[in-house]
Nanobody, 121 residues
Framework: QLQLVESGGGVVQAGGPLRLSCAASEGSDMSYAMGWFRQAPGQEREFVATISWNGGFIRVADSVKGRFTISKDNARNTAFLLMNNLKLEDTSVYYC??????????????WGQGTQVTVSS
């Protein structure tokens, strides 16, 4: 059973950067696409970015394009989401997930517990 643990969330001022990490359990098979999603209270889970298992394909939501960068390090069993120029509307719980290369949450079989990102003015 693949386990994912996010870290790096916190409070940041608008315009600032933050990097999220998603560590997979040791010895995990990293031949999955890794995705990042976010969910604000009362809203549906929203696609942010995804990267294929070998890093060869990347897709980023239009709302974060040019500001967020997704990457993964298979040797360290870790995926990253570098967020620059954060906006108030980026405030949300961010989840990482492992599964198929897709923008749809249902295509991901494994999920982390989420990490809160709060952007302050």
């Amino acid at each position: 059973q693949l386990q994912l643990v996010e870290s790096g969330g916190g409070v940041v001022q608008a315009g600032g950067p933050l990097r999220l990490s998603c560590a997979a359990s040791e010895g995990s098979d990293m031949s999955y696409a890794m995705g990042w999603f976010r969910q604000a209270p009362g809203q549906e889970r929203e696609f942010v970015a995804t990267i294929s298992w070998n890093g060869g394909f990347i897709r980023v939501a239009d709302s974060v394009k040019g500001r967020f960068t997704i990457s993964k390090d298979n040797a360290r069993n870790t995926a990253f989401l570098l967020m620059n120029n954060l906006k108030l509307e980026d405030t949300s719980v961010y989840y990482c997930a492992a599964g198929s290369f897709s923008v749809r949450p249902r295509e991901y079989a494994y999920w982390g517990q989420g990490t809160q990102v709060t952007v302050s003015s």
